[in-house]
């Protein structure tokens, strides 16, 4: 095995057991890089799973969901189709791997390729961090260990002071001393708690006031995290890093509801040149929901409801996005996603595969999901998806300052009515006859018969896809 390898954006240095990307090391677990390195090293040949387990867990007994843990997190990275899974048998790396270079040449070669410049991650791209400390010393020690972690930091003596910075700048996370002069720690959280703008800002407390009150005082007025001075190094790290990540999914969350809900994707292409009239054209549509979801909120508070169906939607969405679809609808615990518009791909053909390989990724990333939830002694989810390939009537409609792009008629009729099967079965994904005709052969699926459906007959032919 060479000391580095390059494929695409990506470099593997073995030696240093680093996986970067566009130049910059891209954080990766112990387990998920042996992986990587495994499926490296036997890239021309399928790797059966007891292979994997045995070269990433060596003397251990692991079950296989630790294995799809370990993919997914590579996927997320990565993109779906470096790592292709070959159903109930094991899995295979596909990127064409290429002589290492350096993020400049790599930068100029991507843009070489697409036809738009690739810009190198700066240190102005990194997270932009606020310390709120009145003690002069505690702030340039606290700087100068965010600084080497690669943040750029703003330093300011009081509390007042930081509310203004963080109204007129934009930052990514704050940590904030308690006992500061002209405005104290609490009043700048009652502040942020009362601010629309700033209420989502994270907060990690920094301070040698001892008590446990104090401590879930500042919780309850939404500090993420509480960090007993000195602050040491290795936690600091951590605790930042955790906050960073939960501000990245909240925003990429706000992010896709704006985008999918308001009619922000159909602005969009209008500003792309694309006609808001109708047309006709071929496309695969997904329709997906949670099964038994309606008893499971009448049994939950209202807050952990709203904020595991913003979890899931956030699954679905990437599911959808790493595969090219687009979200067209999103109906409380239910949504529909559009493959092949508005944008029709190179090849028509390649719609029904990108939408099966999107639900087989929504199962795989809600069975990593409810093992998660399975530790915390939480009930599992499960749902049901729908696919039907066809012609859709599609075109912007609405209003002028709230329009979607909108997919109907048959194909969008035939994928809803599968999913209601599908959630009402044993079999996850349910496919129609011309979906399956589309990816026989690349994809495993079964012909269903009525008796395993609610159904007593089936008007047309039925196909479930494979899920392991």
């Not at 909108?406 to 009402?424: I, P, Q, R």
Request: aromatic share 4%.
């Amino acid at each position: 095995m060479p000391e580095a390898i390059q494929f695409g954006r990506f470099e593997i240095r073995f030696d240093e057991r680093q996986l970067c990307a566009d130049g910059q090391a891209v954080p990766l677990g112990s387990r998920a890089f042996d992986l990587l390195a495994a499926l490296v090293e036997r890239r021309e040949r399928l790797v059966a799973k007891s292979e994997l387990l045995e070269v990433v867990w060596p003397g251990l007994i692991v079950e296989e969901n630790n294995l799809q843990v370990q993919v997914s997190a590579l996927r997320k990275i990565l993109g779906p189709r470096v790592i292709a899974t070959i159903p109930g048998l094991g899995y295979r790396f596909t990127a064409t791997l290429e002589a290492p270079r350096d993020a400049t040449a790599q930068a100029a070669a991507i843009a070489a390729t697409t036809g738009s410049a690739v810009r190198l991650p700066s240190p102005a791209s990194r997270a932009r961090l606020l310390i709120a400390d009145d003690n002069k010393v505690n702030r340039l020690l606290l700087g100068r260990t965010l600084e080497l972690q690669g943040h750029h930091v703003v330093s300011v003596d009081n509390g007042r002071e930081a509310l203004d910075r963080l109204r007129s700048e934009r930052f990514d996370l704050l940590l904030l001393d308690l006992e500061m002069p002209q405005m104290d720690g609490f009043a700048v959280l009652e502040h942020l708690a009362s601010d629309s703008a700033l209420r989502d800002l994270p907060v990690i407390v920094t301070s040698s006031v001892e008590g446990v009150a104090q401590v879930a005082r500042c919780i309850e007025l939404g500090a993420d995290d509480f960090l007993h001075k000195p602050v040491n190094p290795v936690l600091l790290k951590a605790r930042v890093g955790s906050c960073l990540e939960k501000k990245r999914l909240r925003d990429q969350q706000k992010e896709l509801i704006e985008r999918y809900a308001t009619g922000a994707a159909a602005a969009e292409d209008r500003r792309d040149g694309m006609t808001p009239g109708g047309q006709r054209l071929p496309a695969t549509v997904l329709c997906t929901r949670l099964r038994d979801f309606t008893a499971y909120a009448e049994s939950e508070p209202p807050e952990e409801t709203i904020e595991l169906l913003n979890i899931w939607y956030t699954l679905m969405f990437d599911a959808v996005g790493s595969q090219g679809g687009a979200v067209n609808r999103m109906s409380g615990d239910g949504l529909m996603a559009v493959f092949g518009a508005p944008m029709p791909p190179a090849d028509p053909a390649d719609a029904p595969l990108a939408a099966v390989r999107a639900a087989l990724d929504m199962v795989e990333m809600l069975e990593i999901f409810n093992a998660e939830r399975a530790a915390a002694g939480k009930s599992q989810l499960a749902i049901g998806v729908g696919i039907a390939s066809g012609d859709v009537i599609a075109g912007t409609t609405g209003a002028p300052r709230r329009a979607a792009y909108t997919c109907v008629g048959e194909t969008v009729n035939a994928a809803a009515a599968m999913e209601v099967l599908a959630t009402g079965s044993a079999r996850a994904i349910l496919i129609d006859e011309a979906t399956q005709a589309a990816v026989a052969g690349r994809v495993a699926t079964d012909t269903v018969i009525a008796a395993e459906l609610p159904v007593k007959e089936l008007a047309a032919p039925v196909h479930a896809v494979r899920t392991s």
